[in-house]
């Protein structure tokens, strides 16, 4: 059973910058995927970046340039860096889990997510 849990989200002006953070538990090692996901006010939930066991990445198109995904296995934690942040950024960002089909490729849907920070850019 995996178990995630975000933090780091707040309140920010438009151009700056927050670091999301996903801390992981469990058993992880079913896990080889891991990923971010945002859901605006009134939208359905869309995949922001994910990160695979070799360390591939991929970014919604929305992000490319401004947010970075990372993890770091020793401390079975995921980050996402966001910078110049707009408020379409706006909602809540939820971390998810699950298993890789082939590198770079993350199965769908994710099998584990945690509750959800919120981010509000005005």
């Known amino acids: 059973h995996v178990q995630l849990v975000e933090s780091g989200g707040g309140s920010v002006q438009a151009g700056g910058s927050l670091k999301l953070s996903c801390a992981a538990s469990?058993?992880?090692?079913?896990?080889?995927?891991m990923a971010w996901f945002h859901q605006a006010p009134g939208k359905e939930r869309e995949a922001v970046a994910d990160?695979?066991?070799?360390?591939?990445?991929t970014y919604a198109d929305s992000v490319k340039g401004r947010f970075t995904i990372s993890k770091d296995d020793a401390k079975n934690t995921l980050y996402l860096q966001m910078n110049s942040l707009k408020p379409e950024d706006t909602g809540i960002y939820y971390c998810a889990a699950g298993d890789q089909l082939r590198r770079g490729v993350c199965a769908r849907p994710f099998g584990y997510w945690g509750q959800g920070t919120q981010v509000t850019v005005s």
């Open positions: 469990g058993y992880i090692y079913s896990t080889n995927c």
């Open positions: 990160i695979d066991s070799d360390g591939d990445t």
